[in-house]
Nanobody
Framework: QVQLVESGGGLVQAGGSLRLSCAASGRTFSHYAMGWFRQAPGKEREFVAAITWSGDSLYYADSVKGRFTISRDNAKNTVYLQMNSLKPEDTAVYYC?????????????????WGQGTQVTVSS
């Protein structure tokens, strides 16, 4: 099992930036694809970004493409989500997740391990 802990959330004004981190512990981190998802109040959890274990393949939701960047440092067992040009509609709880099949999937059900989430609030 991989244990995941997110950090870096907070309150930011529209147009600002935040960097989320997700620290992994437990089983080998480097063989897992990692994803970021978010869930706003009253809405379903949605895909944000994913990265395969090698870091060679990156995937983004259309709503964040060009503004968010996912990256990972396997030596530090950490995955990041750099969020720029934030909008009020980016407000949500952000979760990182691990995919043992290393698929970089956009589907939450393919991820086997989840963090507890970190709140991101963007004010207008």
């Amino acid at each position: 099992q991989v244990q995941l802990v997110e950090s870096g959330g907070g309150l930011v004004q529209a147009g600002g930036s935040l960097r989320l981190s997700c620290a992994a512990s437990g089983r080998t981190f480097s063989h897992y694809a990692m994803g970021w998802f978010r869930q706003a109040p009253g809405k379903e959890r949605e895909f944000v970004a994913a990265i395969t274990w090698s870091g060679d393949s990156l995937y983004y939701a259309d709503s964040v493409k060009g503004r968010f960047t996912i990256s990972r440092d396997n030596a530090k067992n950490t995955v990041y989500l750099q969020m720029n040009s934030l909008k009020p509609e980016d407000t949500a709880v952000y979760y990182c997740a691990a995919d043992s099949l290393d698929s970089g999937s956009r589907h939450a059900y393919e991820y086997t391990n989840w963090g507890q989430g970190t709140q991101v609030t963007v004010s207008s």
